[in-house]
């Protein structure tokens, strides 16, 4: 023993204890349980769970929590038991408590030493905001505040001003929607500020109130600055639809075409009723006899008689068939009504007088807010509003006064302007059926003279005779020619490659054609109808497919040898799909080949002869 504690120094004599070394008998301080001589510890205590017994822990101060995560001790027992911790033993560990405590408790609060010469400062008590509206309300107008996204004082200062630019239309009719109620919430508001309360406790929405709760009839003028802000577009919506509805009695008033049509009905119903004391030699029809002409059939029934009118115009009075085209504006007002533009022009006027009342209320109140611009604000659009609004109401009352009399002078009584307006409506229906019917008809009727002639042309040239195009140099009989336009060239080379052969005057003469399109579309008209007429053999002044087969050879449009390729060319140019193509879609044609660069080289030349042939 002595060697294994003393390294196997000097032994001592038996019966003297050495410090800090157990002798038999003598147990140590702080080894409890020791056995004398040396003998083996006893078991430590363990609980009914099989594991050691806690050291028992009694701090002398309160200890702050620690929150942490554990595990039952029961775990160890089941499947798969956290083990690991069967060899942790806390009770090897003795933490010095003087040192560890007070580290570690909940520290006392410090007393706050009095000020010298100071009172006592008082602790705040937190206070509830006072809530005055209505707690649904009092949400809405929160998340709606929010929207805004200003300070209460500026909207109060914006309102004042009736600044547009901080305020538009949309978000003054949030304000007004926020704004406290007459008769439920203004009196709560001013209850509060009057009882001498302090406004900054309010809660928020009525916070805001507070802070518009004082300006004069707030509804009233938020409402007419809403108003004021709309009122130009609302102005000019009512002013377009009395503008339509003026262009329309214009296009009846003004109207030559009308009159020349007029003229030919009138002798027409008076051939008719010649030798017809009561009926013939007449002056004036009325109205309604406009549309009784299409009801007298010819014999056979092929035409009627105002058909047979419109066919006279044709040949002798072109301009009358754009009558209708002429009387577009009365389509155009076909949705304006009478009732709903009354109503509109006279709420308008409502809306202005109660600007006015409120202008006059405002300037003899005896309350005033500093910075109010109310009053200069809505004078200054009151008197320019008026303005216009009496300019738009008395062109609508003189139109009124302008319909009756043009209703007289044509021999019917007085009439409103939507009446009148309806009765053109149906003369230019029954204008355009008769016009469509006649114009298909004489479609037919050519056609069927061609059949009967046994054909347009007569036999079919020989497909030798009928080109002249000389074959590419150097090529053998059988052998296909390439197509041409294949190279590619810049525009001016591929004119010139195609304009071989051709002489200076065929090129001045395009050359003219070009100009005349661009600067004098008059002449162009001119000589092109001679080329129409050329081609027009039957005199029908349309073209059918084989008239245009002609015209599609001689100009270059389309492949003459594709009889696909042509139909094309004629289908892109016959916009109203009747099978024959009237002079306007011929000219269009042709126009189009002119404009088209890489097509000059085939209308030159042929070009400058055909106009040579027909003079």
Request: hydrophobic residues 35%; aromatic residues 8%.
């Amino acid at each position: 023993y002595q060697r294994r504690v003393h390294g196997g120094g000097i032994p001592m004599p038996g019966g003297i204890p050495m410090p800090g070394v157990p002798m038999p008998g003598v147990p140590m301080p702080g080894m409890p349980g020791m056995a004398v001589g040396g003998a083996a510890k006893p078991k430590k205590a363990v609980n009914k769970d099989g594991l050691y017994v806690h050291k028992k822990i009694k701090p002398k101060k309160k200890m702050k929590a620690f929150h942490w995560k554990t595990i039952k001790a029961n775990k160890l027992k089941k499947k798969d038991p956290p083990d690991w911790w069967l060899k942790v033993d806390d009770t090897t560990v003795d933490f010095d408590a003087d040192e560890f405590e007070p580290l570690f408790c909940v520290p006392q609060k410090k007393k706050k030493k009095k000020k010298k010469g100071g009172a006592k400062k008082k602790k705040k008590k937190k206070v509830a905001l006072v809530s005055l509206i209505e707690g649904k309300r009092s949400y809405n107008i929160d998340i709606g505040l929010k929207t805004l996204k200003m300070k209460y004082p500026d909207i109060r200062r914006a309102v004042l001003k009736m600044d547009e630019e901080i305020l538009d239309a949309d978000k003054v009719t949030k304000v007004l929607g926020f704004a406290p109620d007459p008769e439920t919430e203004l009196p709560k508001i001013k209850e509060y500020v009057d009882s001498g309360k302090d406004p900054t406790l309010l809660a928020n929405s009525e916070s805001f109130m507070y802070q518009i709760y004082d300006i004069p009839e707030l509804k009233d003028r938020l409402m007419l600055w809403i108003f004021k802000q709309g009122f130009g577009e609302t102005l000019e919506d009512e002013e377009k639809r009395v503008g339509l509805l003026m262009n329309a009695y214009n296009s009846i008033s003004d109207n030559d075409e009308l009159r020349q049509l007029a003229e030919v009905l009138l002798y027409a119903g008076n051939y008719l009723n010649a030798g017809n004391k009561k009926k013939g030699g007449q002056y004036i029809f009325k109205l309604e006899s406009f549309l009784q002409f299409s009801g007298t059939k010819s014999n056979p029934k092929t035409y009627n008689l105002f058909q047979y009118c419109l066919k006279y115009c044709q040949e002798n009075r072109p301009d009358v068939l754009k009558i209708t085209k002429k009387m577009e504006p009365l389509l155009k007002c076909i949705k304006v009504e009478k009732e709903a533009l009354e109503d509109a022009i006279a709420g308008i006027k409502e809306s202005l007088d109660n600007v006015k009342g409120k202008l006059e209320l405002f300037s003899n109140s005896d309350s005033s807010i500093d910075g109010d611009e109310f009053v200069p604000v809505m004078q200054k659009f009151y008197d320019e509003s008026i303005k216009k609004w009496n300019k738009m109401n008395g062109d609508y009352d003189s139109l009124g006064g302008k319909i009756n009399k043009l209703a007289i002078s044509l021999g019917e009584k007085k009439t409103t302007w939507e009446e009148f307006y309806s009765f053109w409506r149906e003369f230019i229906e029954e204008f355009d059926k008769n016009l469509e019917n006649l114009v298909k008809m004489q479609k037919e009727e050519a056609k069927a003279k061609r059949k009967a002639a046994g054909g347009k042309k007569g036999k079919k040239p020989d497909k030798k005779a009928k080109s002249s195009r000389k074959k590419p140099a150097g090529k053998d009989k059988g052998e296909k020619p390439k197509k041409a336009g294949k190279k590619k060239l810049g525009k001016a080379k591929a004119v010139d490659a195609m304009d071989e052969g051709v002489d200076s005057d065929e090129d001045k003469e395009l050359q003219e054609l070009k100009r005349l399109q661009a600067e004098d579309p008059s002449v162009l008209d001119a000589k092109l109808q001679k080329v129409f007429k050329g081609i027009d053999k039957d005199g029908s002044g349309l073209l059918d497919f084989d008239e245009f087969k002609v015209a599609a050879k001689k100009f270059d449009m389309g492949n003459p040898e594709d009889a696909e390729d042509v139909k094309a060319a004629f289908d892109s140019v016959d916009v109203d799909g009747s099978g024959t193509l009237d002079f306007e879609e011929f000219k269009a044609a042709i126009v189009t080949a002119l404009s088209d660069q890489h097509k000059i080289a085939g209308v030159r030349g042929k070009m400058n002869k055909m106009f040579k042939s027909w003079n």
